[in-house]
C-alpha cells in the first residue's frame, strides 16, 4: 500500500467554482502535513501546513482528519492562475522521509 | 534571502556513467533533501544530510550517494547510470526541526 494516495484527476473547473481535493495516508503515527503546488515543469512550492485545528490562507483551506488519516484541501473562488498540480505530502517524523503524493491535477477553465 | 539553487539544469548522460549535481541550500536552511521525480509522479525521497552526515534514506541503491559541505551545501552523485535514472532531481532545504521545505529548480536528467 503506498504511504500517501491521491486522486490523479483531473479536474476540470470553470473560474469562480470552489474545488476540493482529498489525500490519505498509510502511516497512523504521521505527523506533519503540507499541501505544495508544482506547475508543469517547475519545482514543488509549498502552499501551507495543514495542522491539527486546521487552517486557512485566503481562498485556501486545509484539513487534518488523523482518525480517517486523511488531509484536504479546498480552493474557494478558483482563478485561472491555480491551474497546477496539488501534492500531498506527509513527514512521519521517523527517518526524517517525506512521502508525496503523485499530485491531482486542476485546470480552471475561463 | 537566497533560495534553493541548482546545477546543472539539464544533463545528457549515457547509461553506465557517473554523474554529480550540486544544490546550494537557502540561506539559513542546514538541513538538504534530495528527490527524484519521474514524469507523472509525484517526488521521490532519496536521502537527507545534516551536519554533513546521513540523516535517512528511502529506498534507493548505495548507487545514489551524497554530501554535505560545512556551507550546507550539498551534492547528490549517482554511479552506474541506468535508463530508469531519468528524471527531475531535486534539492529541498529546510532547517532542522521545522518541516517545512523549500525546493530548488531542479537538474533534469537523461539517460541514453
Redesign the interface.
Given at each position: 500500500r503506498k504511504e500517501v494516495e491521491q486522486d490523479p484527476g483531473p479536474f476540470n473547473v470553470p473560474e469562480g467554482a470552489t474545488v476540493a481535493f482529498n489525500c490519505t495516508y498509510s502511516n497512523s503515527a504521521s505527523q506533519s502535513f503540507f499541501w505544495y503546488r508544482q506547475d508543469c515543469r517547475k519545482e514543488p512550492k509549498l502552499l501551507m501546513s495543514v495542522y491539527s485545528s486546521g487552517n486557512e490562507d485566503g481562498r485556501f483551506t486545509a484539513q487534518l482528519n488523523r482518525a480517517s488519516q486523511y488531509i484536504s484541501l479546498l480552493i474557494r473562488d478558483s482563478k485561472l492562475s491555480d491551474s497546477a498540480t496539488y501534492l500531498c505530502v506527509v513527514n512521519p517524523h521517523t527517518g526524517n522521509q517525506f512521502y508525496f503524493g503523485t499530485g491531482t491535477s486542476l485546470t480552471v477553465i475561463p | 534571502e537566497t533560495g534553493v539553487t541548482q546545477s546543472p539544469t539539464h544533463l545528457i548522460k549515457t547509461r553506465g556513467q557517473q554523474v554529480t549535481l550540486r544544490c546550494s541550500s537557502q540561506s539559513g536552511h542546514n538541513t538538504v533533501?534530495w528527490?527524484q521525480q519521474a514524469l507523472?509522479?509525484?517526488?521521490?525521497?532519496i536521502f537527507?544530510y545534516?551536519r554533513e552526515e546521513e540523516?535517512?534514506?528511502?529506498n534507493f541503491p548505495p548507487r545514489f550517494s551524497g554530501l554535505q559541505f560545512p556551507n550546507y551545501s550539498s551534492e547528490l552523485n549517482v554511479n552506474a547510470l541506468e535508463l530508469d535514472d531519468s528524471a527531475l532531481y531535486?534539492c529541498a532545504s529546510s532547517y532542522r526541526g521545522n518541516?517545512?521545505?523549500?525546493?530548488?529548480?531542479?537538474t533534469r536528467l537523461t539517460v541514453t
Open positions: - | 533533501s528527490y507523472g509522479q509525484g517526488p521521490q525521497f537527507q545534516y540523516n535517512g534514506r528511502g531535486l518541516y517545512e521545505q523549500y525546493f530548488g529548480p531542479g
